[in-house]
């Protein structure tokens, strides 16, 4: 996105001539103009050259526990009804493996998400996750036989958490119900404990003081709070626990209870803003630069029909892009592909798109951007009855679509306006060096 901040005009247009480009090139603008004789027809693009692309979104089933088992008390109601034994497992849902599915759109909320999501499941967006209908099982084994059930109950665990682009404290909704029981079981004492690893503390480790006991159908709900403190420049990868806690009301607690972790761990990173902005998010969902083409116009468009078109497909979701962070390397690639550094000088046609100017794909703040200009293909996109048309810069060589970048002759201000949003997603999206993203060009 190299943006001009001073040119001279190739020449002088007429008025008429000039109020006609401005609608050209305006974003959104439709107008009825002939092909220019500067350069043949590459090829257009269209919103509805993408497909249409639901969040991403990734399920992650729960695998089964170790049953934990302990003695039951002298004394107590089960003992004296025969139990000896009570175990408590978390048990798994069908299917082993974690699955990529179609996502919801992310305006709606981590529950809705858990709506659609196999039970005994994580669901993840990227700035979200929750848990559907984990199960714990408690049983109560007789105490002559001791394969033999006198008693069952059912727990179920539900959860959900929004993650904070701007903070590294996030709040995570816990609802534990007694969804069935049997025989000698009629209700359940039960509390919650949760936990974090790395530079994290569970700040409010129990959504409820103490147990709760619950009957079957009732539920006992709170929240528990996760803060997350990484050091100046850095990165925490975050792994939750939790641990349930199952008593048989008058009996004393079990000494080994219900574990698990989220399969998948929260990345908190210390890393924008001069090192002072600390925020959260999924990385196993890969973010994506959405930029619309009504705002952003020939820029957006220049970059989709590149991802489109060219060998590479650089933006697509086989082969994304991966952010650079240093801004002397982005300077530098800035320089290589669009300035002094490119063995073939970026002509400006002023004349044809008013205050051009040099806007490369794939980005300078990527790891795939930096080639030699020269190597470019050079393109003019210009806005004609709703579709924007690509043509050949007469003062490069012919387009093969084998090039490894692009140069777009883009007006300076919707280049500026799209390598600003650009800087605003990985901030928002919480993209690090190195991580991959996705570009998506929308109407």
Not at 320 to 330: D, F, G, K, M
Not at 417 to 430: D, F, K, P
Request: aromatic letters at 6%; charged letters at 15%.
């Amino acid at each position: 996105m190299q943006v001009r901040r001073s040119r001279m005009f190739a020449a002088l247009i007429s008025l008429a001539t000039a109020a006609t480009l401005a609608l050209i090139s305006a974003p959104g603008a439709q107008a009825d103009t002939p092909a220019p004789a500067h350069g043949k027809l590459l090829g257009s693009f269209t919103p509805q050259d993408f497909a249409s692309q639901p969040a991403p979104h990734l399920a992650s089933p729960m695998k089964a526990s170790a049953k934990r088992c302990s003695p039951l008390p002298a004394g107590s109601i089960a003992r004296r009804a025969g139990a000896t034994t009570a175990c408590i497992q978390v048990t798994a849902p069908s299917g082993s493996s974690p699955v990529r599915t179609s996502g919801l759109n992310n305006a709606q909320d981590a529950a809705a998400t858990c709506s659609v999501t196999n039970p005994g499941s994580y669901s993840y967006h990227r700035h979200d996750y929750c848990l559907n209908g984990l199960e714990a099982t408690y049983t109560e084994y007789n105490e002559q036989n001791p394969g033999e059930i006198l008693g069952t109950g059912v727990l179920t665990v539900s959860s959900s958490a929004t993650l904070s682009a701007s903070s590294g404290r996030w709040q995570e909704s816990q609802t534990v119900t007694l969804a069935e029981a049997t025989g000698l079981v009629e209700d359940l004492s039960v509390g919650l404990t949760a936990s974090c690893t790395a530079s994290c503390t569970a700040t409010v480790p129990n959504p409820w003081a103490g147990n709760r006991l619950l009957t079957v159908g009732t539920s006992a709900s709170g929240n528990v709070t996760f803060l997350a403190t990484p050091s100046a420049g850095l990165v925490s990868n975050i792994t939750t626990s939790y641990v349930l806690n199952v008593t048989q009301p008058g009996a004393i607690p079990i000494n080994e209870n219900a574990p698990w972790s989220n399969p998948r761990q929260v990345r908190c990173d210390t890393t924008f803003a001069d090192n002072t902005s600390t925020g959260c998010v999924i990385p196993s969902i890969r973010p994506e630069l959405d930029l619309s083409l009504a705002t952003y116009g020939a820029a957006a468009a220049t970059y989709g029909w590149a991802e489109n078109n060219l060998i590479d497909h650089w933006g697509a979701d086989d082969n994304p892009l991966q952010r650079l962070a240093s801004e002397t390397a982005q300077t530098a690639n800035r320089t290589s592909t669009c300035g002094s550094g490119a063995s073939r000088p970026f002509v400006y046609l002023d004349a044809t798109v008013p205050d051009d100017s040099c806007d490369e794909y794939p980005f300078a703040a990527t790891y795939q951007g930096g080639t030699n200009g020269g190597l470019c293909a050079d393109v003019i996109p210009l806005l004609q009855n709703g579709v924007w048309n690509f043509y050949q810069d007469p003062n490069a060589p012919a387009v093969t679509f084998n090039e490894p970048c692009i140069r777009g002759h883009v007006p300076n201000s919707e280049n500026g306006a799209a390598g600003l949003a650009l800087g605003r997603n990985s901030q928002s999206e919480r993209v690090i060096d190195l991580e991959k993203f996705d570009l998506v060009v929308t109407a």
